[in-house]
């Protein structure tokens, strides 16, 4: 997906400021669409929280404020747990619905052909 979070390039802590309260936004917004179950736009908002993660360590690494850094990104990787942990019960579900879809299947095609069996022997 194309980045669309466009920040000037950082060369100060202002420009960093700017990206961690991004960043800090982004976060939160994963976690709620994540909570919704929204995995198409968690997706979209993963793309933007990456594009803003390059720009604040690409740009001047000697600027970067550490006391302020520091919480931001722990708040990032606990975010990216829990998010990781949803999408591991969502996987769950998943993959339970469709065994109970396939075994459905499985009953419906032996109760068409054991009814398909009676009639061609009048059982039915």
């Known amino acids: 997906m194309k980045?669309?979070?466009?920040?000037?390039?950082?060369?100060?802590?202002?420009g960093q400021?700017?990206?961690l309260t991004a960043?800090?936004?982004l976060?939160?917004?994963m976690l709620t669409v994540a909570e919704a179950e929204q995995w198409d736009r968690l997706a979209e908002l993963e793309d933007q929280r990456a594009g803003v993660l390059a720009e604040l360590?690409?740009?001047a690494f000697y600027a970067l404020d550490d006391a302020a850094l520091i919480p931001v990104?722990?708040?990032?990787?606990?975010?990216?747990q829990r998010i990781m942990?949803?999408?591991?019960q969502a996987q769950q579900t998943c993959q339970a619905e469709l065994a109970g879809i396939s075994i459905g299947r499985r009953a419906q095609q032996a109760y068409g052909k054991n009814a398909s069996?009676?009639?061609e022997t009048g059982e039915a």
Not at 85 to 88: A, D, G
């Open 17 to 19: 400021a700017q990206r």
């Open 27 to 29: 976060n939160l917004a």
């Open 85 to 88: 942990t949803m999408l591991e």
């Open 23 to 25: 960043l800090t936004a």
């Open 57 to 59: 360590f690409a740009d």
């Open 73 to 80: 990104l722990t708040q990032t990787f606990s975010i990216n």
């Open 117 to 119: 069996e009676a009639l």
């Open 3 to 14: 980045n669309t979070y466009a920040i000037a390039p950082v060369q100060s802590y202002t």
